[in-house]
T-cell receptor
Framework: SQTIHQWPATLVQPVGSPLSLECTVE??????LYWYRQAAGRGLQLLFY??????ISSEVPQNLSASRPQDRQFILSSKKLLLSDSGFYLC???????????FGQGTRLTVV | GENVEQHPSTLSVQEGDSAVIKCTYS??????FPWYKQELGKGPQLIID?????GEKKDQRIAVTLNKTAKHFSLHITETQPEDSAVYFC???????????FGGGTRLMVKP
């Protein structure tokens, strides 16, 4: 069966520090991968999506970047965090032939 | 691209009453409409979905209806229980892009 792992679950980082959130998927190959951000009480904002290794599309200009070094690994990064980067970050995947999306458990990032 | 509007943003019902959440979409090519439930501090999870070749689908206390002509679909929860309290998201996608567009979410509160 397919599973998605996202870590860490919570993170508190000072302004100006770097960020690296990792997401891995098991049990499938060549998935579409997504990073979403969710501000408190708000909807899902799509940040990045990837249809293959090294292929990253950005939906909104921001302080963040994403990379896909391996087929089932998706990384969200920042060189210098801003206070506005605080939020709940969710990784998700879709199979190529299946439109259902599966979400990780999320990372709550607090920038202080 | 696709645009999905979801209403209401918050909904409070008494335990045992029914709850209805409505979504409209803009892209007539969309043919897959899932609903996700997000509990506090967790990632969204699929609860029910419908494809454009059917008008209604039911799974115990939850049902989804789809009106392709009017481009709207709804989630119906009957006999609500406190554990139904969560944020619900609708979404839409087509087979071509396989990428889901989410509505803004509805915070459902079921009062005991």
């Amino acid at each position: 069966s397919q599973t998605i792992h996202q870590w860490p679950a919570t993170l508190v980082q000072p302004v100006g520090s770097p960020l690296s959130l990792e997401c891995t998927v098991e049990g499938t190959s060549n998935p579409n991968l997504y990073w979403y951000r969710q501000a408190a009480g708000r909807g899902l904002q799509l940040l990045f999506y990837s249809v293959g290794i090294g292929q990253i599309s950005s939906e909104v200009p921001q302080n963040l970047s994403a990379s896909r070094p391996q087929d089932r690994q998706f990384i969200l990064s920042s060189k210098k965090l801003l206070l506005s980067d605080s939020g709940f970050y969710l990784c998700a995947w879709e199979g190529q032939a299946n439109t259902e999306a599966f979400f990780g458990q999320g990372t709550r990032l607090t920038v202080v | 691209g696709e645009n999905v509007e979801q209403h209401p943003s918050t909904l409070s019902v008494q335990e045992g009453d029914s709850a209805v959440i409505k979504c409209t979409y803009s892209d007539s090519a969309s043919n897959y409409f899932p609903w996700y439930k997000q509990e506090l501090g967790k990632g969204p999870q699929l609860i029910i979905d419908i494809r454009s070749n059917v008008g209604e689908k039911k799974d115990q206390r939850i049902a989804v209806t789809l009106n392709k002509t009017a481009k709207h679909f709804s989630l119906h929860i009957t006999e609500t229980q406190p554990e139904d309290s969560a944020v619900y998201f609708c979404a839409a996608s087509d087979n071509a892009g396989n990428m889901l567009t989410f509505g803004g979410g509805t915070r459902l509160m079921v009062k005991p």
